[in-house]
T-cell receptor, first 110, second 116 residues
């Protein structure tokens, strides 16, 4: 049972904001939304996580809808180095496993 | 500081052979995880260590797979009688403590295993 749904792929232009959607309509009240990315031939890298409030760090912003059924990861100024597979993961506080789906393959084009 | 390292980076073996994959976690991290990633898919959980003990090995596909972490640091994933279907990238991750409480997992670059 996939807890999240993401588009298979998307393109974005270098220097523009990239908005990556994720649906998680069955999320429980205590479950967090996590984002990881995986650049080709590397291991996954943590980006950001949130519960209900919007979050921002040096890598990205996370916008979670009020009903928490969907979220958007925003890369404010995409660079070619942001080309990667982006995974949206729903995680309970006591989960130690990360349950990855297929993710969204993001290609940043010059 | 040093991240998670995995050796070898690539391993080619023949069907039926035995292989060992090594993971060196970040120093001081007590939680260690193994995941397996098949082509075009996201990583899938295999096993979780808390210190020296395997706290959850429910993701190991069958009894040909075994992992150890004898001193609570380095871990070795062992695969007996390899099959072509075992070909995948094997990823190791570590986190500071229990892995719960929203700890970040830090991944190594993976070992690419090809069984001919």
């Amino acid at each position: 049972d996939a807890k999240t749904t993401q588009p298979t792929s998307m393109d974005c232009a270098e220097g523009r904001a990239a908005n990556l959607p994720c649906n998680h309509s069955t999320i429980s009240g205590n479950e967090y939304v996590y984002w990881y990315r995986q650049i080709h031939s590397q291991g996954p890298q943590y980006i950001i996580h949130g519960l209900k409030n919007n979050e921002t760090n040096e890598m990205a912003s996370l916008i979670i809808t009020e009903d928490r059924k969907s979220s958007t990861l925003i890369l404010p100024h995409a660079t070619l180095r942001d080309t990667a597979v982006y995974y949206c993961i729903v995680r309970a506080p006591n989960d130690y496993k990360l349950s990855f789906g297929a993710g969204t393959t993001v290609t940043v084009r010059a | 500081g040093a991240g998670v390292s995995q050796t070898p980076s690539n391993k080619v073996t023949e069907k039926g052979k035995y292989v060992e994959l090594r993971c060196d976690p970040i120093s001081g991290h007590t939680a260690l995880y193994w995941y397996r990633q098949s082509l075009g898919q996201g990583p899938e959980f295999l096993i979780y260590f808390q210190g020296t003990g395997a706290a959850d090995d429910s993701g190991l596909p069958n009894d040909r797979f075994f992992a150890v972490r004898p001193e609570g640091s380095v871990s070795t994933l062992k695969i007996q009688r390899t099959e072509r279907g075992d070909s995948a990238v094997y990823l190791c991750a570590s986190s500071p403590s229990t892995g719960r409480g929203l700890e970040t997992q830090y991944f190594g670059p993976g070992t690419r295993l090809l069984v001919l």
